[in-house]
């Protein structure tokens, strides 16, 4: 455990942050690189532990990949070539990895025992390990195969017209994954739209692929092409950057290529919404993923409603935004995001009682949250509920509260964002 002590400051937050590669995209990378034969660079790759995960589950299928830096080689012999591994995949925290993996390795034809860390053994797997077994999967875990670990035996999965019963691009990716490697074609109906990464993935590796709206078909059996990818950065990292921006009076930080894919870019409606004062330019687009420099200035904030089908395009989100609402004009109410009740931590719950610790007025609700706004934050210990999004929202607390906020352990910020406190000194130089 490492305690992380923030000092609120005196004066404006100004810089400019290069913040790193997108997790989601990351883990997709590595993933669609491993199954296609052929050599693959990724640039610009998340060193997370979360990501470093997937990897370690390729490699331990006899995929060959060496990292250098943020650029990653991968050398596979494609679908075919992956073999059964010897020993255990550990996915760590990693609920994409875990995810992901438990769809491709459901038709591979080996048998695979898969397991996580006290964490990620609590997080719910049958949404997706029923709709595999009604492909033909053989998967078997605690809790009838609910929670990890979980044995699986490859079998030969027959494609399925599947309506997804949750708002979940995991659960998405998961079957889309499976279909690939599935008897007939697959096709799969949302309920909103999701972040849509492994679907330009899947068409940048060359995959016979239709999006009708919110109807995806995959035909199977197909061979992937290697292509390079270039990872932008992770508009979920610089959302505490764009907070901080926000809240902080006279600051004034430039976010360089940010990833501002429509199906993930919510949080930049909500700041419009609220009257923050974000701007967008220098946008280019690869490998169907736009990303651009966002520049945030301080502005004075007003509570807004937060529902319906944004909430998937804002879900990792909604902690600093719960922070954010805190110090806006009037209240702010997010519904209709459940979901958090099963991510890393009960995030609903985590983020209501350490802004409350910190002095804001939260109702909570079962899918969200109610916020009173234009509130004084001081200072106070929390906790961090191990979970990386709640470590850095309160350190973005820190910088407006009266007193020091003081953080029982910091070090889950190694999941998704490594460097996040030298980047945050960085501004305040």
Same mark, same amino acid.
């Given at each position: 455990?490492? @305690? $992380?002590?923030?000092?609120?400051?005196?004066?404006?937050?100004?810089?400019?942050?290069?913040?790193?590669?997108?997790?989601?995209?990351?883990?997709?990378?590595?993933?669609?690189?491993?199954?296609?034969?052929?050599?693959? !660079?990724?640039?610009?790759? %998340?060193?997370?532990?979360?990501?470093?995960?997937? #990897?370690?589950?390729?490699?331990?299928?006899?995929?060959?990949?060496?990292?250098?830096?943020?650029?990653?080689?991968? @050398?596979?012999?494609? %679908?075919?070539?992956?073999?059964?591994? @010897?020993?255990?995949?550990?996915?760590?925290?990693?609920? !994409? !990895?875990?995810?992901?993996?438990?769809?491709?390795?459901?038709?591979?034809?080996?048998?695979?025992?898969?397991?996580?860390?006290?964490?990620? *053994?609590?997080?719910?797997? &049958?949404?997706?390990?029923?709709?595999?077994?009604?492909? $033909?999967?053989?998967? +078997? /875990?605690?809790?009838?195969?609910?929670?990890?670990?979980?044995?699986?035996? $490859?079998?030969?999965?027959?494609?399925? +017209?599947?309506?997804?019963?949750?708002?979940?691009?995991?659960?998405?990716?998961?079957?889309?994954?499976?279909?690939?490697?599935?008897?007939?074609?697959?096709?799969?109906?949302?309920?909103?739209?999701?972040?849509?990464?492994? @679907?330009?993935?899947?068409?940048?590796?060359?995959?016979? #692929?239709?999006?009708?709206?919110?109807?995806?078909?995959?035909?199977?059996?197909?061979?992937?092409?290697?292509?390079?990818?270039?990872?932008?950065?992770?508009?979920?990292?610089?959302?505490?950057?764009?907070?901080?921006?926000?809240?902080?009076?006279?600051?004034?930080?430039? %976010?360089?290529?940010?990833?501002?894919?429509? *199906?993930? *870019?919510?949080?930049?409606?909500?700041?419009?919404?609220?009257?923050? &004062?974000?701007?967008?330019?220098?946008?280019?687009?690869?490998?169907?993923?736009?990303? /651009?420099? %966002?520049? #945030?200035?301080?502005?004075?904030?007003?509570?807004?409603?937060?529902?319906?089908?944004?909430?998937?395009?804002?879900?990792?989100?909604?902690?600093?935004?719960?922070?954010?609402?805190?110090?806006?004009?009037?209240?702010?109410?997010?519904?209709?995001?459940?979901?958090?009740?099963?991510?890393?931590?009960?995030?609903?719950?985590?983020?209501?009682?350490?802004?409350?610790?910190?002095?804001?007025?939260?109702?909570?609700?079962?899918?969200?949250?109610?916020?009173?706004?234009?509130?004084?934050? =001081?200072?106070?210990?929390?906790?961090?509920?191990? +979970? =990386?999004?709640?470590?850095?929202?309160?350190?973005?607390?820190?910088?407006?509260?009266?007193?020091?906020? #003081?953080?029982?352990?910091? *070090?889950?910020?190694?999941?998704?964002?490594?460097?996040?406190?030298? +980047?945050?000194?960085?501004?305040?130089?």
């Amino acid at each position: 455990m490492k @305690e $992380g002590i923030i000092q609120s400051i005196c004066k404006p937050l100004s810089g400019t942050i290069a913040v790193p590669g997108d997790k989601s995209i990351s883990h997709r990378a590595i993933i669609f690189a491993a199954l296609a034969e052929g050599k693959t !660079t990724i640039t610009n790759f %998340l060193e997370s532990e979360d990501c470093l995960r997937t #990897i370690a589950a390729f490699q331990a299928m006899g995929v060959h990949i060496q990292r250098s830096g943020t650029t990653v080689f991968v @050398e596979s012999g494609g %679908l075919e070539a992956l073999q059964e591994p @010897e020993t255990p995949i550990y996915f760590g925290n990693s609920g !994409t !990895t875990a995810r992901l993996m438990i769809g491709l390795l459901a038709g591979l034809p080996f048998f695979t025992v898969v397991h996580g860390d006290s964490s990620l *053994s609590k997080r719910p797997m &049958n949404r997706v390990v029923e709709p595999l077994r009604q492909m $033909g999967a053989n998967i +078997d /875990g605690r809790d009838k195969g609910n929670l990890l670990p979980l044995a699986i035996r $490859g079998s030969k999965l027959k494609a399925i +017209d599947y309506q997804l019963p949750v708002k979940s691009a995991q659960v998405k990716s998961a079957l889309l994954l499976a279909g690939l490697i599935s008897e007939g074609e697959m096709k799969i109906t949302e309920k909103a739209l999701t972040r849509d990464h492994t @679907e330009n993935m899947l068409q940048a590796f060359g995959a016979d #692929i239709l999006i009708n709206q919110k109807q995806i078909t995959i035909k199977a059996k197909q061979a992937l092409q290697p292509v390079d990818v270039h990872v932008p950065g992770d508009i979920s990292s610089a959302a505490f950057f764009l907070a901080a921006g926000a809240v902080v009076p006279h600051s004034s930080i430039v %976010l360089e290529q940010v990833g501002i894919n429509f *199906s993930r *870019s919510g949080i930049l409606e909500v700041l419009e919404a609220m009257g923050a &004062n974000v701007i967008i330019d220098q946008v280019s687009e690869k490998a169907g993923e736009q990303f /651009g420099r %966002l520049t #945030i200035n301080h502005a004075a904030l007003q509570g807004t409603i937060i529902e319906g089908d944004i909430i998937p395009r804002l879900i990792d989100e909604i902690p600093v935004i719960a922070l954010l609402a805190t110090q806006a004009k009037g209240e702010t109410i997010i519904r209709d995001a459940a979901e958090l009740r099963v991510k890393e931590t009960d995030r609903i719950a985590a983020v209501a009682d350490v802004l409350t610790t910190l002095g804001a007025h939260i109702t909570t609700l079962e899918d969200g949250m109610i916020i009173q706004g234009s509130t004084t934050l =001081h200072g106070g210990k929390v906790s961090s509920y191990h +979970d =990386h999004r709640i470590v850095m929202m309160a350190a973005v607390a820190g910088l407006i509260a009266t007193e020091e906020v #003081i953080i029982d352990d910091i *070090s889950s910020t190694a999941i998704s964002y490594p460097n996040f406190f030298q +980047d945050l000194a960085s501004i305040q130089s």
